[in-house]
């Protein structure tokens, strides 16, 4: 992932034990040290059962970036978080 340009990502939820597959997910991303977000809004679209594209990510400046995945489980949201370092 490259500074300053847009970027996809192809994501996989798999479901705990016997729960049921995720009805949706969205997906942003925020620079905690900076307590501030993108300056685009990505689209995320289902590819098929727990498989989905979020297109139109942009991170606009290096440093830590927390990526935010909040997955609706029908029953609530449950949100992961994956931290990357951008030089």
Same mark, same amino acid.
């Given at each position: ?5 847009? *970027? ?16 949706? =997910? ?6 905690p040290e900076h307590r501030h977000g993108m ?5 995320v679209a289902a590819r098929g059962p727990g ?5 139109? =990510?942009? *991170? ?8 935010? *995945?909040?997955v609706d489980t029908g029953a609530g949201t ?7 370092? =951008?030089?």
């Open positions: 992932i490259a500074t300053g340009a847009h *970027f996809m990502l192809d994501i996989a939820i798999c479901p705990r034990g016997a729960a049921a597959v995720p009805r949706a =997910l969205k997906v942003d991303a925020v620079m300056n685009y809004r990505p689209t498989a989905y594209r979020a297109e139109g =990510l942009l *991170f606009h400046m290096p440093g830590r970036w927390d990526l935010l *995945f909040d449950e949100r992961l978080t994956a931290t990357l370092q =951008l030089p």
